[in-house]
C-alpha cells in the first residue's frame, strides 16, 4: 500500500499556497513534514485528507483517487487529527466510540465496543473512560482525539502538529504511541510537526517545505545544516547520540 500525492498545486485567493507538490510515502512509514509558519504545512495536509481540493493534481492510494471517493468510504480509509480538536460535552469512552461512525449501520455491535475499549486502554485512558472530555488534561484529550482517529481503523493516518501545547513527557509519550500505532498496524502516517529533533527520533520520511514548494525530501540524510538554513534561515549544528542525529541551534 502507498499514498502518492501527484503534482498538488493549491491557492488561497489566488495567492500560491502549494506549488507542483509530488511524492509517495509507504505503509509503515511516519513521514513527518517539517518548515517555517506560512510555508504550507496545514495546507498539505488537508489536501492529503481530501478536506481541500487542489487547483490541479491529486491524492491516490493504491491507485484509487481519494478526491473522488464517497465520504463515508474516505473516512474507513482515512484518520484525520487537526491541529485543534473539537471540545465537546462527552465521556472519554463515547468520544473513542464515535470514530467508528463510517463503519456503523445504525447499530452499535460487539466490534464496535471491542475497537473502542483496545484503543482506551493502548491509550492508558483507562481510568478516564467514564469521565468528561471537558475535566481531562490537554495530554489526555489528545490521546482521545488520536484513539477516536486509529477507532475508524484507517489506512492512513494524518496528524497536525498532534505535540503542540504539550509538556516533554506527553510528547515523548504520544509520539512513541504513533510510531507503534504505525509499525504494529501498518499505516501510512503523516504528521506536521515544529520540532526537528522529535521528528528525527520517531519518524521515517522527512519533508521539508519551504514556500509551498518541497524543499528537501528523503531519511535523515537530508536534514542537514545548510537545509536548515535555507529553510528556516537559522544556523544550527547536526550533533549524535545513540546513532540519532538531533539538531542543535549554534550561538548568535
Known amino acids: 500500500m502507498e499514498i502518492i500525492i501527484e503534482d498538488v498545486t493549491f491557492s488561497y485567493n489566488s495567492i500560491p499556497t502549494l506549488e507542483n507538490i509530488t511524492f509517495k510515502i509507504k505503509e509503515?512509514?511516519?513521514?513527518?513534514?517539517?518548515?517555517?509558519?506560512?510555508?504550507?504545512?496545514?495546507?498539505?495536509?488537508k489536501v492529503c485528507a481530501s478536506l481541500l481540493n487542489p487547483k490541479k493534481g491529486t491524492v491516490y492510494l493504491d491507485g484509487k483517487d481519494l478526491l473522488r471517493m464517497e465520504t463515508k468510504e474516505r473516512a474507513?480509509?482515512?484518520?484525520?487529527?487537526?491541529?485543534?480538536?473539537?471540545?465537546?460535552?462527552?465521556?472519554?469512552?463515547?468520544?473513542?466510540?464515535?470514530?467508528?461512525?463510517?463503519?456503523?449501520?445504525?447499530?452499535?455491535?460487539?466490534?464496535?465496543?471491542?475497537?473502542?475499549?483496545?484503543?482506551?486502554?493502548?491509550?492508558?485512558?483507562?481510568?478516564?473512560?467514564?469521565?468528561?472530555?471537558?475535566?481531562?488534561?490537554?495530554?489526555?484529550?489528545q490521546k482521545v482525539i488520536i484513539a477516536r482517529a486509529l477507532a475508524q481503523q484507517p489506512k492512513v493516518l494524518l496528524l497536525d502538529e498532534p505535540l503542540s501545547y504539550l509538556d516533554l513527557k506527553n510528547q515523548i509519550e504520544i509520539a512513541s504511541l504513533i510510531r507503534r500505532a504505525t509499525k504494529d498496524l501498518s499505516l501510512i502516517t503523516v504528521?506536521?510537526?515544529h520540532d526537528i529533533n522529535l521528528a528525527l527520533r520517531y519518524s521515517d520520511v522527512f519533508m521539508l517545505l519551504k514556500d509551498g514548494r518541497i524543499e528537501?525530501?528523503?531519511?535523515?540524510?537530508?536534514?542537514?545544516?545548510?537545509?536548515?538554513?535555507?529553510?528556516?534561515?537559522?544556523?544550527?549544528?547536526?550533533?549524535?547520540?545513540?546513532?540519532?542525529?538531533?539538531v542543535v541551534v549554534r550561538n548568535a
Do not use: C, W
Not at 535555507?230 to 547520540?241: A, L
Open 76 to 141: 474507513k480509509i482515512l484518520g484525520y487529527v487537526p491541529q485543534r480538536g473539537e471540545i465537546f460535552n462527552t465521556t472519554v469512552f463515547e468520544a473513542v466510540l464515535s470514530g467508528r461512525k463510517p463503519h456503523m449501520n445504525f447499530i452499535l455491535s460487539r466490534k464496535d465496543i471491542e475497537i473502542t475499549e483496545h484503543l482506551i486502554e493502548v491509550m492508558g485512558l483507562t481510568k478516564l473512560k467514564s469521565k468528561s472530555i471537558m475535566r481531562i488534561s490537554g495530554g489526555e484529550f
Open 216 to 246: 528537501a525530501l528523503g531519511g535523515k540524510e537530508i536534514i542537514t545544516s545548510e537545509k536548515i538554513k535555507s529553510v528556516f534561515g537559522v544556523e544550527v549544528e547536526i550533533r549524535e547520540t545513540e546513532e540519532i542525529p538531533y
Open 28 to 45: 509503515g512509514d511516519l513521514l513527518s513534514i517539517l518548515g517555517p509558519n506560512g510555508s504550507g504545512k496545514t495546507t498539505l495536509l
Open 191 to 193: 504528521f506536521v510537526l
